[in-house]
Structures are given as structure tokens and as C-alpha cells.
């Protein structure tokens, strides 16, 4: 047996003459577009900047000291790495020794420092401002303290906390091995 084959011509639909010489003209304004719209894009405002985050706090990365008549005081805070900050303070002196357990997080987009003085449950205490290396925390209900400040210049940290009228009491340590 032999095949037979037809071949069929190709069927193709022909192009008008205009359509070829409209061809460059569209692909000229789609070019044109996509320019305008890069030139906008470039020239919008940038989005306001988020509000201040944990690596904002790297700052007080390190391990603080300072010493005294018979008393040390140290502060060493971790840096931030899976959503917190720990630190820990331990002062020791004559008598004893006390510490407290440190952390600043993030939780629902609201940073807070934790403090647990003797590992008692945690008091919260909400970031009100950081400017630079200088945070600032409150809890308007706590007894004491009320606010928590930390700044540092240098190698310089210092820790300040304050109630109501003249109630407060503040520490400085200097920077013994820094923390990234």
C-alpha cells in the first residue's frame, strides 16, 4: 500500500497594509506609557517611615559595669534576635546577691520593656519615645517606677527610673564588651 498525502496550503489570514505600518506606532505608546509611569513611580513621596523597630535598639548591646564600694553592678543585654531583647541586671554586694530578668519586645506592632525584679511575673512598661540612644518607657499604673529611661553616650550607659513627684533613682555603667 502506498500513502497518499495531500498537502493542504497553510492557512493564514492576511494582513492588511495598515496594519503593518500601525504595528511601530502602538508599540511607540506602550513604550511612552511604561516611561510616564517609571517617571511617576520614581517621583512619588516614599512611604512615611514605620515606626521605631527592635534592631533600632541594638544600641545597648553589651555587657555594663560599674563598681563601687563592695557593690557591683552589671546590666548585659543580648541583642535583638527572634523578636526580643534580653537582658539581665545582677548587682552584688556584701549582703547579697540581687537580680532582675530584661527584655524589650514586640507584640501586635507595640514595643515594651519587661522587667522581672527576682524573676517575679513581668511589669510592662510601653515605649514612649526613642530618639537616637535615648528610649523611654511608661506604665502610668505601676507603683514604682512609673518610667524607665536609658540613653547612651559613648561608652556610657545609664538607666534611670522615676514615679511620682521626686521619687527616682539612676545608674551608669561602662561598656565592658560590646554585643551585635
Known sequence: MSATSTSRPESRTPRAPHARRRAPAVALALLLVAAVSLAFAASAPSPAPAGPTLADFGWLGGHWQSQGEGHTVEELWLPSRGGMLLGLNRTTTPRGTEFELLRIDERNGTIAYLASP????????????????????????????????????KDTLTASIHGDDDQSMSWEWTLVTPLK
Open 118 to 153: 527576682g524573676g517575679r511575673p513581668p511589669v510592662a512598661f510601653a515605649l514612649k519615645s526613642l530618639q537616637g540612644q535615648v528610649a523611654e518607657f511608661e506604665n502610668p499604673e505601676h507603683d514604682f517606677p512609673k518610667r524607665i529611661r536609658y540613653s547612651r553616650d
